[in-house]
């Protein structure tokens, strides 16, 4: 897709910085793991960081996830195997014949409460608070890596959250050329990031961190001017 961060030129970028240091990703194994961890970390980060910022919403636009799931018998809604986090809850959905001599099914969407686990039962005890299809008073909760409607009656739940990164992956291709070893990038094999470009210097910068540190070069760690990535290592700049 037009826009993604191209994994080879980003391995490029960090090999040239890093070679002014006599350092560099000795295989793609090595790249992958630190660009899935760094991956990750940006995702956290973004997430925590206070959304008034428009620049921290747009880093997360490609992993944000807006769509209605079903509920299962009992209530449940299991969430996508790809859920990292909820962002909102927009409402419940009932489903209920149409009135007035109409023909077919209604499908509305309500607000619902969030309870926490141990508020559950309470609101079952109380009268004016139970939930209630009758009443239009609903609620949920969440449960490991699914979603608890109340009533359980109820049909589906609308939701937006952010989805977890597809793994890029940078294929090296090994040969031998006057003597030397060679490693050079395939552009085929190799897959891109999902993350956008306005979030490729935030990628270069982590990358050239944690190659500093595993080689404990100093002068490599400050090249990549750590401050700007600080927030990776739980220090909001």
Known sequence: MANE????????????????????????????NKL????????????EWDEEDQSNVDHLLPFRVHETIAASFGGIVNLPEQYAFKEAIHGV???????????????????????????VALRFRDPISKPSMED?????????KAIQLFPKELEAIEITYLRY??????????????????????????INLEWKQITQEYFKFAMLFLLGIEMKESALINASQVQKIASVFKLKP
């Open 5 to 32: 961060i191209n994994v080879i030129d980003l391995y490029n970028q960090i090999n040239t910085l890093a070679k002014v240091y006599h350092a560099g990703y000795d295989s793609q194994q090595d790249f992958n």
């Open 36 to 47: 899935q961890s760094v991956s990750i970390a940006f995702l956290n980060m973004f997430h």
């Open 93 to 119: 959905y009932t489903k209920n014949p149409c009135g007035d001599g109409e023909v077919g099914i209604q499908v509305t969407l309500w607000p619902a409460d969030y309870f926490k686990s141990n508020e």
């Open 136 to 144: 239009h008073i609903f609620g949920y909760t969440f449960r490991n």
């Open 165 to 190: 990164p597809v793994p890029a992956i940078l294929v090296l291709d090994y040969s031998i050329v006057g003597g030397e070893d060679v490693l050079t990038p395939n552009a085929t094999l190799s």
